[in-house]
């Protein structure tokens, strides 16, 4: 089962509020944009946003199910939340490479305590496409059902599926199990590989840091514990990373 936006080439900014302490959508994912279609076109892009207050859910993605662009994704689990999701995207689930289901800028802000995400933490895409330029905000210790730490990846799952500039920030007192820059099969390509395979809008160069580019940036501050590894690139044997980390 699938909950998602109006499917509309919109500028408008569309707001998803999950908060009923009783809603069990177990088998139930939710989408930020549409189906079939993104939010936003050249030039009036469209934003997303997701609150995660109460209630139980399958997977989240900030971004569409199967075709569009989306601008701008962001889904929160604020401070207050007790949500409980399998896992978290901040693009859309894609369906094949052949066609666009991509986000621009998505965005992740991890605040709740008390929530739980039983799998991990995703700043792209699921299974197909790209998502732009990412960014992962952990403010508290994520935690599945079981009380365990989970893995945060600054890419996608899927190995048909591609980012090309991950960020991941870990703030002071918090603890992750394990951190990728990367994906989990999902690869990081630079602009240069972007630019040959795909023609839906124009690709992400690398964050430039003095003299060096990085496709892959992990942020984990003073305080912030790492119990496993912290990896600049990614964990499968797909999850490549075309670029510097």
Do not use: M
Request: net charge negative; aromatic share 12%.
């Amino acid at each position: 089962t699938e909950i998602y936006t109006l499917s509309l080439h919109d500028a408008l900014p569309i707001y998803v509020l999950i908060d009923a302490p009783r809603l069990d959508l177990s088998g139930t994912d939710v989408f930020g944009s549409g189906a079939n279609a993104g939010l936003g076109y050249d030039d009036s892009p469209g934003t997303s946003t997701i609150d995660l207050f109460q209630g139980r859910l399958r997977n989240v993605f900030g971004s569409s199910l199967s075709d569009g662009y989306t601008f701008t994704t962001n889904i929160n689990v604020p401070v207050e939340s007790t949500i409980r999701v399998n896992a978290l995207f901040g693009g859309g689930q894609g369906s094949t490479s052949a066609v666009p289901c991509d986000a621009g800028e998505a965005n992740i802000f991890f605040r709740g305590g008390n929530a739980v995400v039983d799998e991990a933490i995703y700043g792209g895409n699921r299974d197909y496409r790209r998502t732009v330029n990412s960014h992962v905000h952990i403010y508290v210790d994520p935690k599945n059902i079981n009380g365990d730490l989970i893995d945060i990846y600054g890419a996608g799952y899927g190995a048909e599926s591609v980012a090309e500039c991950t960020h991941v920030y870990l703030y002071g007192g918090v603890s992750v199990r394990n951190v990728f820059g990367g994906g989990h099969d999902g690869q990081v390509w630079n602009a240069a590989t972007v630019g040959d395979q795909y023609t839906w809008g124009d690709p992400k160069e690398a964050d430039t840091y003095g003299e060096r580019e990085h496709n892959t940036n992990v942020y984990i501050y003073e305080g912030a514990t790492v119990t496993g590894n912290a990896y600049g690139g990614g964990y499968g044997r797909h999850a490549t990373v075309s670029g510097a980390t």
